[in-house]
Nanobody, 117 residues
């Protein structure tokens, strides 16, 4: 069974930093592209960033370029999102996602990020 468990969220002041982690199990992590997606209160899911299976390519939404960095450690089956210069509009639940072998998108339970003074 594919499992994704996010952690690292919390309350941070504007301009602060957080590092999110996503522990993966139940599949061959190193064979899968991975994503971060967020959902703010009252809004739909919003794609944040993607990293391919061997970390040779990353893609990020314009609103996080220069502030967030996606990375992964295939030896630890873990995905990361380093978030710097956080803004109140970054407040959301952050999810890691991947597609399983049948093409279904799987996500974890999410981790709450709140940016507020």
């Amino acid at each position: 069974e594919v499992q994704l468990v996010e952690s690292g969220g919390g309350l941070v002041q504007p301009g602060g930093s957080l590092r999110l982690s996503c522990a993966a199990s139940g599949f061959t992590f190193g064979n899968h592209d991975m994503n971060w997606v967020r959902q703010a209160p009252g809004k739909g899911p919003e794609w944040v960033s993607t990293i391919n299976s061997d970390s040779s390519r990353t893609y990020s939404a314009d609103f996080v370029k220069g502030r967030f960095t996606i990375s992964r450690d295939n030896n630890k089956n873990t995905l990361y999102l380093q978030m710097n210069s956080l803004k109140p509009e970054d407040t959301a639940v952050y999810y890691c996602t991947t597609d399983d072998t049948t093409g279904n998108t799987v996500r974890g339970q999410g981790t709450q990020v709140t940016v507020s003074s």
